[in-house]
């Protein structure tokens, strides 16, 4: 206890059989049992208690629980709450990756501790992070009404909606810091990432289906419904984790950025799919995509007439529902069943880490037995930053 | 010892703490089961951290950094809550190592949103969640003040990082922080918001105290009081206008509603 992997989201350590050549990642996070919790409280309150478990990535639990409700309650919401919705994604997309890139990952490859050290070692790196870091909670604060966990929306819509001239001075914000998004990814692609080839699914949702990809042939694609999530997400509990750890049909699957790009296709020519390490310069290109979607969607919004009104329920709702959305870490499956009374009768939760947690280990086991001439401490840091460039939320996989 | 002798004591020993002239405060900042929005907030005080870091020496954050000394820390923050009998014996150490122990965020100061579930229930929703064969690791979620004594409570569900800073700018002027003397409707007022409880809809304002701004109500969203309970709130008031607003008035549903309010961050705390 107390010797947790620094600059991660959560509690985890590595428990390194060196003659097996086998790693194990420890799950030390308590409890907190979300689907218990969730279990007699109203529908309304699920999007209000789901951002709760994770401060890293509340906006993606908020909207994939309203996604979940209003699926249960046969509501179909407006353009414009999902233009809006849209927009709190970019801006949780870019809060969560520049947090990860410049914060937690950044500092093991430029040697130096804490990130706040950046700012007398490279003032111009570390003034576009904390402009990008700006912009991104200002989106999620106009929209959402807080930088972590919202407070605006709400079923079927929005409280509130923001005003033309906060969208203004977003925008004209969002243009000031393109070129940083611009440039993380300079930073990220410039760096010389450890070696690595590891043989992973790579998972991300589109429209109604999960579609995978190999990290050896991304062309590819194998495709199936978010509707059968738990069926094709296999849960399983291990003694050493609070968390559970997943497998896609069956095989070790990496979601998140890296994967996304895979499937979705990425001209980067830089990017090798089968070394995880790169999902950090994925991230950093995801920044700049959010980055300009979010310009999109603000110049979208300024032209026409903002109204988000909370739309009812249909007059006969199936009350039972799954929710799912691209969270910065990959692919999140929140489902809820509920009473007549709009009470929650039953919730499931699949959060992208317990997805990236079994292939961690495999990428794990494949980083020892690939790199040759390291000390048991230098391969122990580099461990660690394998485990870091995953970006995992363990608060997110043992909630 | 009269309390107004253990005031000055605590305060001569904070002046001494936060004023040394040679080196900064050593400050510790750790993370139990939580969701660390709370430190994320921390981040996103951005050029104002730059600044603190100026007048103190984070010497322990595992979030933030590899560094990592041993105590005595001079100021501590403790964000989350401890579930684990790991955390109850960290959060113990912890105790003794330092001089000014703060809880950052309602998970620590409150029980937050994991103190919904109650103890008697956990072991049913482990068997649920995980399986009968299931070994638990989590004995209850409870506030740090269940275990230790802690110096001062910085609340919210996240906290507001303006209370933080005013915290540790308050430290490092050698005063005692205070807690705020009024509740959310004051800040809801200057917010302009138009009154909750007068629209019939339940709101835990009144009784809740102030710093945040009001900005769930600004929100649109009611106070569920996660700013903890302020002093002398009068909570058999608030109650009385709870059960007259919600359907049918002193009903089983109405009841249950008001219960859900108080339940939301105040599950454990005594109210």
């Known amino acids: 206890m107390n010797n947790f992997i620094a600059k991660i989201e959560g509690h985890g350590n590595l428990n390194i059989d060196w003659d097996a050549g086998e790693v194990k990642l420890n799950i030390f996070e308590g409890e907190r049992l979300f689907e218990g919790i969730l279990v007699g409280r109203t529908a309304e309150e699920m999007a209000w208690i789901t951002p709760r478990i994770c401060g890293v990535c509340p906006t993606a639990h908020n909207l994939a629980s309203l996604n979940a409700i209003e699926n249960a309650l046969g509501i179909k919401p407006s353009k414009t709450t999902v233009l809006l919705r849209d927009l709190m994604q970019c801006g949780q997309m870019i809060q969560s990756h520049v947090l990860h890139l410049f914060f937690l990952v950044l500092p093991d490859y430029i040697g130096i501790d804490r990130a706040t050290e950046l700012a007398p070692k490279n003032p111009a790196a570390f003034k576009d992070a904390l402009s990008l870091k700006e912009v991104s909670d200002k989106i999620v604060q106009i929209v959402g009404g807080r930088i972590v966990h919202p407070t605006t929306t709400t079923i079927g819509g929005f409280h509130k909606v923001p005003t033309k001239s906060a969208l203004k001075v977003l925008l004209k914000k969002l243009k000031e810091t393109e070129d940083a998004a611009r440039k993380t990814i300079q930073i990220f692609e410039g760096i010389e990432y450890p070696e690595l080839k590891v043989d992973l699914k790579l998972a991300a949702q589109e429209g109604e289906y999960i579609i995978a990809v190999s990290s050896t042939d991304i062309e590819k694609k194998d495709k199936s419904l978010i509707t059968d999530y738990k069926k094709n997400i296999e849960e399983e509990v291990r003694e050493y984790s609070t968390a559970k750890f997943s497998k896609y049909k069956g095989e070790e699957t990496l979601v998140g950025s890296l994967a996304r790009l895979a499937v979705f296709g990425s001209s980067a020519s830089k990017i090798d799919f089968t070394n995880p390490f790169h999902n950090n310069i994925a991230q950093a290109i995801e920044t700049l995509y959010y980055h300009q979607k979010a310009i999109e969607i603000v110049e979208k919004l300024l032209e026409m007439k903002i109204n988000a009104e909370a739309i009812k329920q249909s007059s006969n709702p199936s009350l039972k529902g799954i929710g799912s959305t691209e969270a910065p870490r990959g692919g999140l499956y929140h489902e809820v069943h509920l009473s007549q009374d709009n009470d929650i009768i039953y919730a499931n939760i699949i959060t992208p880490t317990v997805q990236n947690l079994t292939s961690i280990e495999k990428s794990a086991k494949a980083l020892l037995g690939q790199t040759k001439n390291k000390s048991r401490e230098e391969m122990e840091k580099l461990l660690t930053m394998l485990v870091r460039a995953y970006d995992p939320c363990i608060s997110c996989s043992a909630h | ?271």
């Open chain 2, 1 to 271: 010892m009269s309390a107004k002798t253990v005031q000055f004591l605590i305060l001569t020993r904070l002046i001494k703490i936060m004023t040394k002239k040679n080196s900064n405060p050593r400050v510790a900042i750790y993370d139990l089961t939580d969701c660390e929005g709370c430190e994320v907030k921390i981040v996103s005080l951005r050029e104002k951290l730059l600044v603190l870091e100026k007048r103190i020496d984070i010497v322990d954050w595992r979030l933030g950094q590899e560094r990592k000394e041993d105590g005595p820390f001079d100021v501590t923050l403790i964000e989350g809550a401890p579930i684990t009998q790991e955390e109850i014996d960290l959060i113990k150490s912890l105790r003794e190592k330092s001089k000014f122990l703060i809880g950052l965020g309602s998970c620590a100061t409150l029980g937050g949103i994991p103190a919904i579930m109650e103890k008697s229930e956990r072991e049913k929703w482990c068997k649920k969640i995980y399986g009968e064969k299931y070994k638990p690791r989590g004995i209850d979620a409870l506030p740090l003040s269940a275990y230790i004594h802690v110096d001062f409570l910085i609340h919210g569900c996240p906290i507001e990082e303006s209370e933080l800073v005013r915290t540790v700018e308050e430290l490092l002027s050698g005063k005692k922080p205070s807690y705020r003397g009024y509740s959310v409707c004051f800040e809801c007022k200057q917010a302009g918001n138009p009154c909750r409880l007068i629209d019939e809809k339940p709101c835990l304002g009144p009784i809740t105290q102030g710093g945040c701004g009001a900005v769930c109500i600004n929100g649109g969203s009611p106070c569920y009081g996660c700013f903890g309970l302020r002093e002398d709130a009068n909570i058999d008031a608030l109650l009385k206008i709870l059960n007259n607003i919600t359907d049918p008035p002193g009903g089983e549903a109405s009841k249950k509603e008001i219960e859900r309010y108080f339940s939301m961050f105040l599950n454990k705390v005594n109210k």
